[in-house]
């Protein structure tokens, strides 16, 4: 299989993200994006119009989202997209998202139960309800910024946000997205805080721990 180019692949993610956003937009029955990425692999990966295609994710699942049956064949599904923020976020700490970078985060203790249950909300709810979190807990700090930046995303937009009649259909909107990026960058800068997951006296990026090597 011949190999995509970077370009290749930033247009393709693009015509995703359009393609999710425009079924999103068009089914009242989807909560978020997440749902309506489910949506489109179900649908995507069917086994015909005449299978029994269910969306299962939830709880207790480990991390299958649909599956399709049509006489004796099964297709199994996982939709897990990464989140555009937090893996924003991790470029900037560590850059490249290559094989040694996903090596070792995918050791460090907070992933270790995400890669056993494939949850992701499970994840995020288990690390902004800690009252610490181990040294090495890279992804469940990113977890408590990105709340934290949103908490405060709202609290500044909530006025305008809740005047409009689909308040989902705005909070996908690339200029909401670029606005909250730019808040979250903002709020990266902040030494005063002190948190679980950022001590009084750094940034949130030099407060992340450094890459270290297997044991």
Known sequence: MAKLKDEQLRCGAASLRLEIESLLEDNRELSDFHEAFEQYGAKKFALGSSALTVRIGGKNQKGIDFYSQRGGRYHIGQCKMPDESG?????KKYGPLDAKVCRWLLGTSDVAGFTTAGEVREA????????????????????????????????????????????????????????LKREMFKREQFKTSDEIWKPKGMTFLESLPPITKAK
Do not use: M, N
């Open 87 to 91: 893996t924003l976020i991790l470029s």
């Open 124 to 179: 995020a709810r288990s690390a902004l309800g800690a009252g610490s979190l181990e040294k090495d807990a890279v992804v469940s700090r990113v977890f408590c910024f990105l709340r934290y930046v949103t908490e405060q995303f709202w609290a500044a937009k909530s006025e305008s946000l809740v005047s409009t009649s689909r308040i989902r259909t705005v909070l996908i909107k690339r200029s909401v997205a670029a606005e």
